[in-house]
């Protein structure tokens, strides 16, 4: 396994390099200081989004994990819904992982569609709560294996298994933005994917670093074992 496609405003400006990531719009907040930012998407208007073209560490994937920090600030439609972060080709072989507000803005959904055009959806519901909050979210899935969402460190294992190899090709990495959804109106820190899956150990481990406000310095590269 490599390592994770980081962001924050130190990786981004060089410490790693080899992935092609353009911000659009999107601004860094400090939280304690330049090591230690979160990213901020602030809706549609303008629009905020961040590209990341052609990595090929995460184009074929038989499994991943995605972990990152997350505070909507502002409630927007019930029909609709926010990508957070996508590899999403226009038919088969994709991935994403969206804040969905057809529950009232309370749902996180990992949806997943294989090479021949099957989908699989899995919905951790009611999890979402609050405006202006930090939730720590994880998304793992491993092909043949029941994919796991985690908030908070509490995992749902609600959504089905699926057995694939995701091959989304050279298509861009997009964070807070497709070509159909509109752009996040949130707060993004410490945003990390693995080609692998981590263990519940590893997700605990990150989980227990901490939030921006909490001053907890970001971990690059795999959680110790």
């Given at each position: 396994?490599?390592?994770?496609?980081?962001?924050?405003?130190?990786?981004y400006n060089g410490?790693?390099?080899?992935n092609?990531?353009?911000?659009?719009?999107?601004?860094?907040?400090?939280?304690?200081?330049?090591?230690?930012?979160y990213?901020?998407?602030?809706?549609p208007?303008?629009p905020?989004?961040?590209?990341?073209?052609?990595?090929?560490?995460?184009?074929?994937?038989?499994?991943?994990?995605?972990?990152?920090?997350?505070?909507?600030?502002?409630?927007?439609?019930?029909?609709?819904?926010?990508?957070?972060v996508?590899?999403n080709?226009?038919?088969?072989?994709?991935?994403?992982?969206?804040?969905q507000?057809?529950?009232?803005?309370k749902?996180?959904i990992?949806?997943?569609?294989?090479?021949?055009g099957?989908?699989?959806n899995?919905?951790?519901?009611?999890?979402?709560?609050?405006?202006?909050?930090?939730y720590?979210?994880?998304?793992?899935?491993?092909?043949?294996?029941?994919?796991?969402?985690?908030?908070?460190?509490?995992?749902?294992?609600?959504?089905?298994?699926?057995?694939?190899?995701?091959?989304?090709?050279?298509?861009?990495?997009?964070?807070?933005?497709?070509?159909?959804?509109?752009?996040?109106?949130?707060?993004?820190?410490?945003?990390?994917?693995?080609?692998?899956?981590?263990?519940?150990?590893?997700?605990?481990?990150l989980?227990?670093?901490?939030h921006?406000?909490?001053?907890?310095?970001?971990?690059?590269?795999?959680?110790?074992?």
């Amino acid at each position: 396994p490599v390592e994770p496609v980081v962001f924050n405003r130190t990786v981004y400006n060089g410490v790693t390099t080899g992935n092609n990531r353009t911000i659009t719009n999107a601004t860094w907040n400090n939280a304690i200081d330049e090591h230690d930012t979160y990213l901020h998407f602030s809706g549609p208007s303008d629009p905020d989004y961040i590209t990341v073209s052609n990595y090929s560490a995460i184009q074929t994937l038989s499994e991943f994990t995605v972990s990152f920090w997350y505070r909507p600030f502002t409630s927007f439609p019930s029909s609709n819904q926010r990508f957070i972060v996508n590899k999403n080709t226009p038919n088969n072989n994709s991935w994403l992982i969206e804040h969905q507000t057809g529950n009232g803005g309370k749902d996180i959904i990992l949806y997943m569609k294989d090479s021949g055009g099957t989908e699989h959806n899995h919905t951790y519901a009611n999890i979402i709560t609050n405006l202006n909050q930090w939730y720590h979210i994880v998304v793992k899935w491993s092909s043949g294996s029941t994919s796991k969402i985690f908030v908070d460190n509490v995992k749902d294992t609600s959504g089905g298994t699926c057995t694939a190899t995701i091959n989304t090709g050279s298509t861009d990495l997009m964070v807070s933005w497709s070509n159909v959804i509109s752009t996040l109106f949130a707060y993004v820190h410490d945003l990390k994917i693995w080609n692998r899956e981590l263990t519940d150990a590893e997700v605990t481990y990150l989980y227990n670093q901490g939030h921006p406000i909490a001053g907890f310095p970001s971990w690059q590269g795999d959680p110790p074992p």
